[in-house]
């Protein structure tokens, strides 16, 4: 039996958890400002093996491309994250992969009707958001006590999670 950890890259990304009995733990990035917090980071993911010790451990995190309209900050900050992620795997010996978007995406989607937005290109967020409910119509996709709108890193690490699991890799 093995640990699922799906982590959406970015400042408003999110990491999910899927322990080896179906339990789903989540939490948001760990940022300070408007940087990654690296400790915060390595914390989470000792909090993690800590509370998974007794079994194998998997992270799944997206493959960065260019992203159209994008500032060159930006992708240095994704970048340097992706580095960190992968890195805190290592030195954690964590086994990991490294998926686009596309690839994990396709497999989630199946039997979701191909949502557009106002420029009719297709929506991945609000697909994404349509096969988690589905999927797990009881899981809270917020984070705090008043947020309402669901946590668009939180959709994405718990899919990320499940394609991983289901693919058993």
Not at 44 to 63: G, H, P, R, Y
Request: glycine share 8%; hydrophobic share 45%.
């Amino acid at each position: 039996m093995k640990t699922y950890i799906g982590i959406d890259i970015g400042l408003k990304g999110a990491v999910a958890v899927i322990s080896p009995d179906g339990v789903i733990t989540t939490s948001p990035m760990p940022v300070i400002k408007d940087q990654l917090d690296m400790r915060g980071l390595q914390d989470l993911m000792d909090l993690t093996i800590i509370n998974q010790s007794s079994t194998e451990m998997f992270a799944v995190f997206e493959k960065l491309g260019v992203i159209f309209g994008s500032s060159k900050t930006t992708a240095f900050s994704m970048g340097s994250q992706l580095g960190a992620i992968e890195m805190l795997c290592v030195s954690q010996m964590v086994s990991y992969a490294k998926v686009p978007a596309k690839q994990w995406q396709k497999d989630m989607f199946m039997g979701i009707d191909e949502i557009t937005n106002s420029k009719g290109k297709r929506d991945t967020k609000a697909m994404a958001l349509v096969a988690v409910k589905r999927l797990f119509p009881h899981l809270k996709l917020t984070f705090g006590e008043r947020a309402t709108k669901p946590h668009d890193g939180l959709v994405d690490a718990v899919l990320m999670a499940e394609w991983a699991r289901r693919n058993n890799l």
